[in-house]
């Protein structure tokens, strides 16, 4: 069996909710594993260290995303980061520190915050074609989606902000290169570890 499967399969999520009573029904499955996942987001929002050269703070909402997108798929991943950038949006306290509103979210941290549903939807993507499953290959699914908070974090300081690459990247990379580094291997207890404790590595048919 090759290590990295090609096509579609289900993710961790999918394969652990009870296909019986209300879960069976697919629509209502889908929306509890978004809203789940949204709710574990705004927890870990609430791992916070502020660092007095930065005006981004280390938090635990981006691990939130990464295994959201990891656990729930492409496509349910994309939309429980929606929803969570809604609920801040409209003023829920779901952000670090119980932050809202679209004036926090136009802040140092807007490019991290448009990250979200884009690295939950690539974090699925590889879920589905088994990444998850391998500690080497999830690692590096891990690591491809801290690369584009960093790219699109650090772009939206050095461009949107007009601080300049290099403040940007000292600033908006170089702080939390240790952090993440902890993350993904949290990321990468839960998941494989996951898959071994659920005692298969095959898809379902």
């Given at each position: 069996?090759?290590?990295?499967?090609?096509?579609?399969?289900?993710?961790?999520?999918?394969?652990?909710?009870?296909?019986?009573?209300?879960?069976?029904?697919?629509?209502?499955?889908?929306?509890?594993?978004?809203?789940?996942?949204?709710?574990?987001?705004?927890?870990?929002?609430r791992i916070r260290i502020y660092l007095p050269f930065t005006p981004v703070p280390i938090v635990g909402s981006t691990l939130g995303v990464l295994l959201t997108g990891s656990l729930l798929g492409s496509r349910l991943g994309f939309a429980s980061m929606l929803l969570y950038l809604a609920l801040g949006a409209i003023g829920l306290p779901v952000f670090t520190a119980g932050n809202s509103g679209i004036v926090y979210m136009q802040g140092a941290t807007l490019g991290y915050l448009v990250a979200f549903p884009i690295v939950a939807a690539v974090m699925g993507w590889f879920a589905e074609r088994g990444w998850?499953?391998?500690?080497?290959?999830?690692?590096?699914?891990?690591?491809?989606?801290?690369?584009?908070?960093?790219?699109?974090?650090?772009?939206?300081?050095?461009?949107?902000?007009?601080?300049?690459?290099?403040?940007?990247?000292?600033?908006?990379?170089?702080?939390?290169?240790?952090?993440?580094?902890?993350?993904?291997?949290?990321?990468?207890?839960?998941?494989?570890?996951?898959?071994?404790?659920?005692?298969?590595?095959?898809?379902?048919?």
């Open positions: 069996m090759a290590l990295i499967s090609t096509s579609q399969s289900d993710t961790l999520a999918q394969r652990l909710v009870p296909q019986q009573g209300i879960l069976a029904n697919k629509a209502l499955q889908n929306t509890a594993l978004v809203i789940v996942g949204c709710l574990l987001t705004a927890l870990l929002a998850d499953r391998h500690v080497g290959t999830y690692a590096a699914a891990l690591v491809f989606g801290s690369l584009i908070f960093y790219v699109l974090g650090a772009g939206w300081m050095a461009f949107g902000l007009g601080m300049g690459l290099g403040t940007a990247l000292l600033q908006g990379v170089v702080p939390f290169i240790i952090g993440d580094a902890l993350k993904v291997l949290i990321a990468v207890g839960v998941l494989p570890g996951g898959w071994k404790l659920l005692g298969t590595n095959k898809e379902r048919h």
